[in-house]
């Protein structure tokens, strides 16, 4: 479950539309809050990831806030009000679900394949200036060709980051493996080793969010 939407089945409060005041917290860490939690959220919730599903602030009542309004230890999510499935939420549900079940290298793969079959639209150079803005009469397949040239290069730096920390981290790892088996290096070179590494490693997994959250707006 993507950390950038409400995990509640019909809630459509993300990080791109969410109002003032609404905010995302993530699930409990102690046995029984989560025992209490599943309790509350079962059939709410087609996948609930302990580590990343995230649940909006609309879902608890105002007595589980406390003056700075901070989620308190005892919150359990209550309010789940009634959303109406005519046909286009039952069609917007069935897509969503369908995503879900596709892992990021297969999104990254169709959403490819995909622009493959599109045409660049004719005069495009010419409807775009070199602060890469589109000029007033420039029709709306300009625009989204620009958006999605944007977009793919965003990817690919991000991608290139990804497997620049990845290398890094090998290097690190190998280096530190090196430092165990050697009598001169000290207990506190490899602990430095072990945060760098830790550093490197939490860069990556912000890096691969962030491929995340483009393939999904991509892929709309």
Same mark, same amino acid.
Request: charged content about 35%; proline content about 4%; glycine content about 2%.
């Given at each position: 479950m993507s950390q950038t939407h409400c995990a509640v089945q019909g809630c459509k409060t993300s990080i791109y539309n969410k109002q003032i005041g609404v905010y995302f917290f993530p699930c409990p860490v102690s046995h029984e809050m989560r025992d209490k939690w599943l309790h509350a959220l079962r059939n709410k919730c087609a996948v609930l990831d302990w580590t990343k599903s995230r649940i909006c602030s609309k879902h608890f009542e105002n007595k589980y806030f406390d003056s700075q309004r901070k989620l308190k230890d005892i919150a359990i999510p209550t309010l789940f009000p009634m959303v109406h499935k005519g046909p286009k939420y039952d069609n917007k549900d069935k897509i969503d679900?369908?995503?879900?079940?596709?892992?990021?290298?297969?999104?990254?793969? %169709?959403?490819?394949?995909?622009?493959?079959?599109?045409?660049?639209?004719?005069?495009? %150079?010419?409807?775009?200036?070199? %602060?890469?803005?589109?000029?007033?009469?420039?029709?709306?397949?300009?625009?989204q060709w620009l958006l999605i040239k944007k977009q793919n290069h965003l990817n690919a730096r991000l991608l290139e980051l990804v497997a620049q920390n990845r290398r890094h981290v090998d290097i690190l790892k190998k280096n530190m493996e090196e430092s165990r088996s050697s009598k001169k290096n000290t207990g506190h070179n490899i602990e430095t080793y072990k945060y760098i590494v830790k550093c490197l490693q939490e860069k990556l997994v912000n890096l691969e969010e962030q491929i995340e959250i483009l393939t999904a707006v991509e892929s709309r």
């Open positions: 679900k369908g995503l879900n079940k596709l892992t990021q290298a297969e999104l990254v793969n %169709d959403i490819k394949n995909n622009l493959l079959k599109l045409k660049e639209p004719i005069n495009f %150079d010419k409807m775009v200036s070199e %602060d890469l803005k589109c000029r007033i009469d420039a029709p709306i397949e300009v625009q």
